[in-house]
Nanobody, 120 residues
Framework: QVQLLESGGGLVQAGGSLRLSCEAS????????MEWSRQAPGNQRESVAT???????NYADSVKGRFTVSRDNAKNTVYLQMNGLKPEETAVYYC??????????????WGQGTQVTVSS
């Protein structure tokens, strides 16, 4: 069974940095698209950054120049380096991945989320 396990969240002061990790496990053959999104209380979930299997990246305008998404295919892990964090970026951060397994074919999977809190 595929699982995505996020880590790296926490409390940081405005202007600080955090690095999130998301490791996929469980019968994985191929990991295609990987994505970080976030959801603040009362808001809809929004995509923050995406990375293709070949390393092509896209970012939400609000995080360009401050966030960097990367992946280590050997470790089935995607990262999100977040610099210059702002209080309004306090949210639960989720990873999502398109994963191919022999048992279930291609599906999207979500992690459980990791809380990021930015104090002013």
């Amino acid at each position: 069974q595929v699982q995505l396990l996020e880590s790296g969240g926490g409390l940081v002061q405005a202007g600080g940095s955090l690095r999130l990790s998301c490791e996929a496990s469980g019968g994985i053959l191929i990991i295609n698209h990987m994505e970080w999104s976030r959801q603040a209380p009362g808001n809809q979930r929004e995509s923050v950054a995406t990375i293709s299997s070949r390393g092509s990246t896209n970012y939400a305008d609000s995080v360009k120049g401050r966030f960097t998404v990367s992946r280590d295919n050997a470790k089935n892990t995607v990262y999100l380096q977040m610099n210059g964090l702002k209080p309004e970026e306090t949210a639960v951060y989720y990873c999502r991945a398109n994963i191919w397994t022999a048992a279930t074919g291609s599906n999207y999977y979500w992690g459980q989320g990791t809380q990021v809190t930015v104090s002013s």
